[in-house]
């Protein structure tokens, strides 16, 4: 079974028990953020599907909403708080030893663009597993780092819920 194959079935899931919505969408963030993880079961499509049951169920969209969000942001500051306590080695652990290059990208971004690399890996694909972990690398201050990771989550996960939430909402009215 291929990752789309799985994300319609966590849908299919919380369409069928939406009393686990909650909980589910913050363990799809939380995994979809955290550095080894996220390269394992990427959880961006079961999470824009979440989003249209929104559209077209009694679920709320701020709960949801607030669930990814903070799911996203725990993941990256356990990302960050790895990156400051082992430092480099984390490179020698699987599956970032499979894609050494992913970590060296990530470690490129943050000190070319600190702040601006948290708030923007978070939208960047591959970048979103290693970002949070090279700024801990790199002891990037916590304020900083909580400030950046705080307000792309928020963002990012309005951004994948919210199309379908809306969208639904309107070719229902239609």
């Given at each position: 079974?291929?990752?789309?194959?799985?994300?319609?079935?966590?849908?299919?899931?919380?369409?069928?028990?939406?009393?686990?919505?909650?909980?589910?969408?913050?363990?799809?963030?939380?995994?979809?953020?955290?550095?080894?993880?996220?390269?394992?079961?990427?959880?961006?499509?079961?999470?824009?599907?979440?989003?249209?049951?929104?559209?077209?169920?009694?679920?709320?969209?701020?709960?949801?909403?607030?669930?990814?969000?903070?799911?996203?942001?725990?993941?990256?500051?356990?990302?960050?708080?790895?990156?400051?306590?082992?430092?480099?080695?984390?490179?020698?652990?699987?599956?970032?030893?499979?894609?050494?290059?992913?970590?060296?990208?990530?470690?490129?971004?943050?000190?070319?663009?600190?702040?601006?690399?948290?708030?923007?890996?978070?939208?960047?694909?591959?970048?979103?597993?290693?970002?949070?972990?090279?700024?801990?690398?790199?002891?990037?201050?916590?304020?900083q780092f909580q400030l950046a990771n705080f307000t792309s989550a928020f963002l990012w996960a309005a951004a994948?819920?919210?199309?379908?939430?809306?969208?639904?909402?309107?070719?229902?009215?239609?």
């Open positions: 079974m291929d990752i789309e194959h799985y994300g319609q079935l966590t849908v299919a899931f919380v369409r069928g028990h939406e009393g686990w919505a909650l909980p589910i969408v913050f363990a799809l963030a939380f995994g979809e953020s955290l550095a080894f993880i996220s390269l394992l079961i990427p959880a961006t499509v079961a999470l824009i599907g979440i989003g249209a049951l929104i559209g077209v169920s009694g679920i709320g969209f701020v709960p949801i909403w607030i669930s990814a969000s903070l799911g996203a942001a725990l993941g990256d500051w356990l990302s960050y708080w790895i990156g400051i306590t082992f430092k480099d080695p984390v490179a020698k652990v699987w599956p970032l030893s499979r894609h050494p290059d992913l970590l060296k990208r990530g470690h490129r971004f943050v000190e070319r663009y600190g702040f601006y690399a948290v708030f923007l890996g978070r939208f960047l694909g591959p970048l979103r597993a290693t970002v949070p972990l090279a700024a801990g690398i790199l002891e990037m201050p916590s304020l994948l819920l919210a199309p379908g939430t809306f969208g639904m909402k309107f070719l229902n009215l239609g």
